[in-house]
Structures are given as structure tokens and as C-alpha cells.
């Protein structure tokens, strides 16, 4: 996994700003736990103006709040996500947030995907 990572910072020197490349980068800081470099990373993706990719980045920072044990900024985010058309999010949001029910974990969302350049 250390080899990816090295891989995609490495990537991102060479090919300058990319959606993916920051995207890969924090799924992979998502994957491994460290949900609060994550969460930075995806707010740093959270600014961009395409819709999809702000929803995506929505929704991980409303799992990395969730796996950090905070559900009001989780339930925040799974709403931003929601209102951009996510439906992963719509179904957490109403059950988990609006509804109280116990969270059923999803089928994974994303992987890191391979990078060329």
C-alpha cells in the first residue's frame, strides 16, 4: 500500500493538479484508517466546481466523520452529497440521520483507481 501511495504523490508532482490523482490519494488515507487525513483531502476536493466530484468528496467526508464518531458532521455531509444527486447518500440520510435506525454499511463505494500518465 506504501508503494501506491508513493506511486500517486509521485504522479501528482509530475501531472500537477488532477481530481483522480487527489481522489486516489484520499481513498487510499480512507482505506487505511487515518480517517482524519482523509477528511483533509477530501475538503480540498470539496472546492471544485463539477458537481460529481464535489459529491464523491462529500460522501467520504461524511464516512470519514462517521468512522470518527461524529455523526452530526457525518449527517451534514451525507446531506450535502444527497442534494447532488447521490443516492448511496439520500438512503443513509434518511435512515441513519432523518430516521435514527442503525447504519447498514453500504457495498464499497469507490476503489483507487489506476493511474496513468
Known sequence: MEQ?????ALAEKIGGESFNIEFNLAILEYEQGNYAEALELFKELSISENDDERKDAYYYMAECFYNME?????????????????????????NYCQKGQL??????RKKTEKVTF
Open 4 to 8: 501506491a501511495h508513493e506511486g500517486l
Open 70 to 94: 461524529d455523526p452530526e458532521n457525518a449527517c451534514t455531509f451525507f446531506f450535502k452529497s444527497m442534494t447532488l444527486g447521490d443516492k448511496d447518500a439520500e438512503q443513509v440520510y434518511y
Open 103 to 108: 447504519r447498514k454499511f453500504l457495498k464499497e
